[in-house]
């Protein structure tokens, strides 16, 4: 008797911490300001809602205990926050949107995969990214306004939009996606930049601006629209391209726009273009070939000096 009236209360003060934590992990919206708030979620296995750092958080943020958060994950000027990280969240299910933090200096989410969507906008500071277990998996990303000099930490398995642009130190990109549902525009990035698509096989509609090289050696199909604008490309290659845009709808156009070191284009099993073909403004492009081209639905539109 006397034993078990001992170890009521106690056995009350345990259900009543986890009654709590239960509590705070299933929250709609957890809001930290501070590490001490971070803290409070180390025994959460799981946040079940979305997570807002305010923009009172300072310093270092670390919010280690659940290994996913159910909703958005969402930092918006938190401006006297210098770090940020976990290493326990594997998964986002909703967005991780960073933006406008001005201090931010290390991002390291070492065991994060798999993301709804990545929206890192207006980083000044943020040279890197810290992902050692590569987020393979998102539907969208932008990444846009950074000090980002790579995007080593995100290898993409499949993805529908990427946004890439005004990272003006991004040299390089390299993502083993082998379909893209939607587009990816690439814009006003390092000039420099190279493009490392290897297994890329179909995608809706790519869009390169500001370039210096991009690989597509896989490349089939473009459903929707390809472009080269304004780019420091010398060489266009991509041996396996047979197809851009729907001849039946007259959709979908292919063009090189005023890439001005531009010499070659080679895509030599281009059968079909649905809308129109347009090479315009690329100053020492002397010679156009398209030997496999058949359909064209739309306008050719060259312009230029072609000798041949
Ligand atoms: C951040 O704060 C600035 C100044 O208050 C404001 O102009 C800006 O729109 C805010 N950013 C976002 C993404 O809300
Ligand atoms: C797109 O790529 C992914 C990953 O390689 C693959 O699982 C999926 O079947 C592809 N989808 C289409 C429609 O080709
Ligand atoms: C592809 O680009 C075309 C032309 O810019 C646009 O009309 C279309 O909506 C885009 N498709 C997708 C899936 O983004
Ligand atoms: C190009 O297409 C051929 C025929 O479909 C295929 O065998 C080859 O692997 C492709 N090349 C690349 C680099 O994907
Ligand atoms: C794009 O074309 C590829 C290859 O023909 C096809 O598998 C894919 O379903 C098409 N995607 C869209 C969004 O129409
Ligand atoms: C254009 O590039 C292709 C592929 O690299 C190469 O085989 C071809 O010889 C080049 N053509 C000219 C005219 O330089
Ligand atoms: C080519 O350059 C000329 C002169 O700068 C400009 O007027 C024209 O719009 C450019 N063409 C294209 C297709 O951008």
């Not at 239960?22 to 708030?37: E, K, L, V």
């Not at 919010?63 to 958060?69: A, C, E, R, V, Y």
């Amino acid at each position: 008797m006397f034993a078990q009236k001992l170890l009521l209360p106690a056995l009350a003060v345990i259900t009543s911490v986890a009654a709590q934590s239960a509590t705070i992990c299933s929250q709609p919206t957890a809001t930290i300001n501070s590490q001490a708030d971070a803290s409070a979620y180390a025994d959460c296995s799981t946040i079940s809602g979305s997570v807002v750092i305010g923009s009172a958080a300072s310093g270092d943020i670390l919010l280690n205990g659940p290994s996913s958060i159910g909703g958005d994950l969402t930092m918006i000027n938190a401006t006297q926050v210098t770090s940020f990280s976990s290493s326990t969240i594997g998964q986002i299910k909703g967005t991780f949107h960073l933006e406008d933090l001005t201090l931010l200096s290390s991002l390291s989410f070492t065991l994060l995969t798999a993301v709804k969507s990545i929206e890192f906008i207006s980083l000044p500071n943020l040279g890197a990214l810290t992902f050692s277990s590569f987020v393979s998996s998102a539907q969208s990303v932008t990444i846009s306004n950074t000090f980002l000099g790579t995007l080593n930490g995100i290898n993409l398995n499949t993805v529908a939009t990427l946004q890439i642009d005004n990272n003006p130190h991004l040299v390089s990109f390299s993502t083993q996606v082998g379909n893209i549902t939607s587009a990816a525009v690439f814009n006003a990035n390092g000039a420099g930049l190279k493009i490392e698509f290897p297994n890329l096989i179909w995608a809706s509609n790519l869009t390169f601006r500001d370039v210096a090289s991009v690989d597509i050696p896989s490349l089939a199909v473009v459903n929707g629209s390809l472009g080269f604008y304004e780019t420091s490309l010398e060489s266009i290659y991509a041996p396996n391209l047979t197809s851009v845009g729907s001849f039946a709808t007259g959709q979908g156009s292919l063009a090189f726009v005023a890439n001005t070191a531009l010499t070659n284009i080679s895509m030599n099993a281009l059968k079909s273009v649905g809308g129109a073909d347009q090479i315009a403004n690329n100053t020492v492009l002397a010679a156009i070939s398209f030997p496999a081209l058949v359909d064209v639905g739309g306008a050719i539109d060259f312009s230029g000096n072609f000798t041949t």
